[in-house]
């Protein structure tokens, strides 16, 4: 049987063979492509590591340029490994295999394939680096640290390419700064590109980074332009383009007035600090000093005392509550005041409730009970200054300008002096006791006639005056090392700040500890630290010359008498 021609059979063979051949061509096509991108991202792969094997080379030009090749990438998986090498955590075991170890060295964790190992089978060396193979490592991190989600990473690689600025990183910052929107890592990263275009050959370039650094520039930048404004042996400038001159001279002058803003601002800051612990320190002292009279040269040691109750509450947080470690400040807050509230009431009535109205004999008294208390914590805690540690709300700072940065201890300080100074005021002023407390400071006869008690008075505002005191060495804990001879350090000054401000006047003491605080910082830097606290004291014996009674002098019928 002969087959005969059909028109539709042939027309959809034909079709279905096009068909075929036009699906066929672009799948071809699509597995050549995905070969050559698998093929590529087999040989990056593969570059990868042997690159991290590099670092652990004996060869310090081939970790060096392992390294550069690893920034070069961009790949954040290098970091690790780069980190381990910069802190000497990298080593190379027996078998080649490049290890991370942890701080403690006793553990490790393998770089390729992240499994733990076991240390103590381990044979391994670290490899040595030189501060050229260190450069490398600052500026390879920095640029892997660019790709970083983080806006707090980021800025912190470009300061460290700031410090470390070349041509080399010219396209990855124009790359980062075409897709940055945080304004902070724009500034630096524009900062870098002002360092880097300023010494290049292109002449608008040249006069837009200097115009970057006139607007954004610190006192980092001086070398930078005073370059510009170089002169030779002959007295002439180095610089033949005096448009690029005067932007120069303009920038410098800009960022010197900036600056001089900028260390009034900080000045004022620690000032304000300098005064608030004053403050604290004298607080107690100006309670019982403008109460009784009494010259208790003592005071300091409550200062000490609240600072190493402060210490015992922490060790007891380390041994026994360490997952709440960052909270023992708030307990050791009412602990140093009872400890030296009861200290002072001890004090006041053994010894000095028999001393009223003699004068050197309290000051003598109380600088033999000072030397008593500084002996007794050297028997029980040594002679050796002993550290507290910052909570993690302490811990670090926050730069407000380039270069100034205020410490989040010493800005609690003057936040927690506001908050005790407002409760003393509320004591003084709105209670019983502090009625009763300012009637005897005016007339004490008078109050006695009234029926007040008088000592119990002069005992309860001792024990506040000692444990205000504590609250002061509570704050001077944050700031510093803790020792035996801590409240000698502030003694003359918190008698300074008392005497200047007003016997027994809050509003005066407050004054003097700030203005004493301000001045003597603002004074440093002209006069030097020595010079600026004698300066100072002249003029607190001028100003007690013109009102011997104090900027805040107290009144009443005794003193009107």
């Known amino acids: 049987m002969v087959n005969q021609f059909s028109p539709i059979k042939y027309f959809c063979s034909i079709s279905f063979s096009r068909t075929l051949k036009f699906l066929i061509r672009p799948i071809g096509l699509i597995f050549v492509v995905a070969f050559f991108i698998s093929s590529i991202s087999i040989s990056e792969a ?62 490790a964790v393998d770089v390729l394939t992240g ?3 076991n240390i103590e089978s381990l044979i391994f060396k670290k490899p040595r680096i030189n501060n050229t193979v260190r450069r490398y490592l600052a500026t390879a991190i ?11 990473v980021r800025l912190e690689a470009a300061k460290e390419l700031l410090k470390r600025s070349s041509s080399s990183v010219l396209d990855l910052v124009e790359a980062s700064l075409k897709i940055e929107k945080n304004n902070d890592v724009r500034e630096a990263l524009l900062l870098v590109l002002a360092k880097i275009n300023i010494e290049g050959k292109d002449r608008n370039k040249r ?17 930078v332009l005073e370059r510009v404004l170089q002169k030779n042996d002959k007295g002439e400038f180095l610089e033949e383009d005096s448009e690029i001159r005067d932007s120069a001279a303009k920038a410098i002058k800009s960022i010197k007035q900036r600056q001089i803003f900028i260390d009034q601002i900080a000045n ?11 403050l604290l320190a004298a607080l107690g002292l100006a309670i019982t000093f403008g109460l009784m009279g009494v010259i208790n040269m003592a005071h300091g ?28 400040l708030i307990v050791a807050i009412p602990v140093s005041f009872l400890a030296s509230a009861i200290v002072g009431i001890i004090l006041e009535r053994s010894v000095i409730r028999h001393l009223y109205g003699r004068p050197l004999e309290t000051l003598l008294a109380t600088w033999g009970i000072s030397l008593v208390l500084i002996q007794t914590v050297r028997l029980t805690f040594g002679a050796q200054n002993v550290e507290v540690a910052n909570p993690f709300y302490l811990s670090g700072g926050v730069e407000v300008f380039n270069g100034v940065v205020f410490p989040y ?75 035996p001879e801590l409240g000698r350090m502030y003694i003359v000054d918190s008698f300074m700040v008392v005497v200047l401000g007003g016997v027994g006047k809050i509003a005066g003491t407050v004054a003097g500890a ?22 100072v004291l002249i003029l607190i014996i001028a100003l007690i010359q013109k009102r011997p009674q104090g900027l805040f002098a107290l009144k009443g019928r005794s003193v009107d008498n």
Not at 53 to 58: A, F, I, Q, R, W
Not at 270 to 276: A, E, P
Not at 304 to 323: K, R
Not at 418 to 433: C, E, G, N, P, R
């Open 115 to 117: 499994e733990k190992l």
């Open 409 to 483: 201890s010493r800005i609690m300080i003057i936040v927690f002096v506001v908050f005790v100074v407002t409760a003393i005021w509320a004591l003084l002023q709105k209670t019983s006791l502090g009625l009763q407390v300012r009637s005897v400071t005016q007339n004490r006869e008078m109050a006695s006639c009234m029926g007040i008690s008088t000592r119990k008075v002069d005992m309860w505002t001792f024990g506040l005056g000692s444990g205000v005191g504590g609250l002061g060495g509570l704050a001077l804990s944050q700031i510093g090392n803790v020792g």
């Open 268 to 278: 004022l800051f620690y000032g304000l600090s300098l005064g608030s612990v004053l």
């Open 46 to 107: 593969n570059e990868f590591e042997s690159l991290l094997n590099d670092l652990g080379n004996k060869s310090r030009s081939k970790i060096k340029i392992a390294v550069q090749k690893l920034g070069e990438l961009g790949n954040p998986a290098a970091l690790p490994a780069l980190n381990a090498l910069k802190s000497k955590r990298l080593a190379v075991t027996g078998k080649g295999n490049i290890v991370i170890l942890n701080e403690s060295e006793n553990q």
């Open 207 to 223: 006069i837009e980074s200097i115009n970057t650094i006139k607007k954004f520039g610190s006192k980092d930048f001086y070398t």
């Open 142 to 152: 920095a640029k892997l640290k660019l790709n970083s989600k983080e806006s707090t």
């Open 514 to 535: 700030l203005g004493i605080g301000i001045v003597n910082k603002f004074l440093e830097p002209i006069s030097g630290a020595v010079l600026g606290k004698i300066i």
């Open 301 to 328: 040691e409550m200062l000490m005392i609240g600072a190493y109750a402060t210490f015992v509450v922490q060790n007891l947080f380390v041994e026994y509550l360490p997952s709440y470690f960052d909270w023992y």
